[in-house]
């Protein structure tokens, strides 16, 4: 054990490496929470559909169960595309501010769970 102390202490990369792992241990499991939940509701888009717009309230979270979303900016440029497993309007929801991007299905079809506000502080 004193070995392996040492080693992490001298190592930043690993260090760091093993600090990734935590945050990536500690996301997948937030993710996994509120899947459990059976209060989500399920729906599917298809491709350039809006799932929000820039400036619509917070109200809700969603979670992409298969296909890619792109988040844009009002100008219309992507600022980051999602795909399976990953949530969008986390931060309006949490902030209680209007959305600053647009989410746009970009795949040929988007199966999305949205979870509402009121079920998310709930927990």
Same mark, same amino acid.
């Given at each position: /054990?004193?070995? +392996?102390? =040492?080693?992490? &202490?001298?190592?930043?990369? *690993?260090? @760091?490496?093993?600090?990734? /792992?935590?945050? +990536?241990? =500690?996301?997948? &499991?937030?993710?996994?929470? *509120?899947? @459990?939940?059976?209060?989500? /509701?399920?729906?599917?888009?298809?491709?350039?559909?809006?799932?929000?717009?820039?400036?619509?309230?917070?109200?809700?979270?969603?979670?992409?169960?298969?296909?890619?979303?792109?988040?844009?900016?009002?100008?219309?440029?992507?600022?980051?595309?999602?795909?399976?497993?990953?949530?969008?309007?986390?931060?309006?929801?949490?902030?209680?501010?209007?959305?600053?991007?647009?989410?746009?299905?970009?795949?040929?079809?988007?199966?999305?769970?949205?979870?509402?506000?009121?079920?998310?502080?709930?927990?």
């Amino acid at each position: /054990r004193e070995y +392996f102390e =040492k080693y992490v &202490r001298s190592s930043d990369e *690993l260090n @760091l490496s093993l600090r990734e /792992r935590d945050r +990536f241990r =500690k996301r997948d &499991r937030a993710k996994t929470i *509120l899947r @459990l939940q059976n209060n989500l /509701r399920e729906f599917e888009m298809t491709e350039g559909e809006v799932l929000f717009e820039h400036g619509d309230e917070g109200n809700a979270l969603y979670i992409v169960e298969d296909g890619k979303l792109d988040l844009k900016s009002r100008g219309g440029e992507t600022v980051l595309s999602i795909g399976t497993s990953d949530i969008c309007g986390l931060h309006a929801l949490l902030m209680k501010k209007p959305r600053n991007t647009t989410a746009i299905c970009a795949s040929e079809k988007c199966t999305i769970q949205e979870m509402t506000a009121g079920d998310f502080f709930k927990l």
